[in-house]
Structures are given as C-alpha cells and as structure tokens.
C-alpha cells in the first residue's frame, strides 16, 4: 500500500481557489496592520491570497479581510503593504 503525499493546500481569500501554499501569498493581522508573512509562519490567524493583479486588487475591500480575520465591522485596517503588493505584482507580469 503506498502512501499519499500530503498536499498544503489553502483556499484563496478572493477567488476562493485553492491551490498549494507556495503559490499562495500569506497575511496576519497585528495591531490592526496587514502584515505579508513572507515565510508563512508568523504566529496568529492567516490568510491566503493569489499573487496576481485580480485578486490583489480585490483584496482592498476591507469588508472581506475583516471577515477572514473575524474583527468588528467598525474596525479601520492599516492596508499599506497593498500598494507595495500590487506594485511588484505589476512589474513581475510585464517581465
């Protein structure tokens, strides 16, 4: 009998697709600040997003972060390392 490898699989937050952690970008919520989790193993809730322009686009409605990290709908999040995301993202797909 031979053994199944274990596949780590996550869904992303925006397209709902799941796909495998490497190709999956990480985020934690500290101190009310979106942090990107560059070795995907900060302490604390997480969630996953696509490195692509679709999905990180869509990743500005605070509506949905404050879902996956289950916080107060009056709650403001600090989204500046957005911009720098999507920037890289950007360049990465005219390369």
């Known amino acids: 009998m031979s053994k199944k490898q274990f596949k780590h699989e996550r869904i992303c937050m925006v397209c709902k697709k799941k796909d495998s952690k490497a ?3 990480r985020f934690v919520l500290e ?3 979106l942090i990107y989790d560059a070795k ?3 302490e604390g809730r997480g969630t996953y997003i696509h490195d692509n322009k679709e999905c990180l686009d869509s990743l500005g409605i605070q509506k949905k972060l404050k879902k996956a990290f289950r916080i107060n709908e009056n709650v403001n ?3 500046e390392i ?3 995301l999507k920037n890289l993202s950007t360049t990465r797909e005219k390369s």
Do not use: T
């Open 82 to 84: 957005l911009e720098s």
């Open 40 to 42: 995907k193993c900060h």
């Open 31 to 33: 101190d009310l600040k």
């Open 23 to 25: 190709n999956l970008l």
């Open 77 to 79: 999040l600090n989204l």
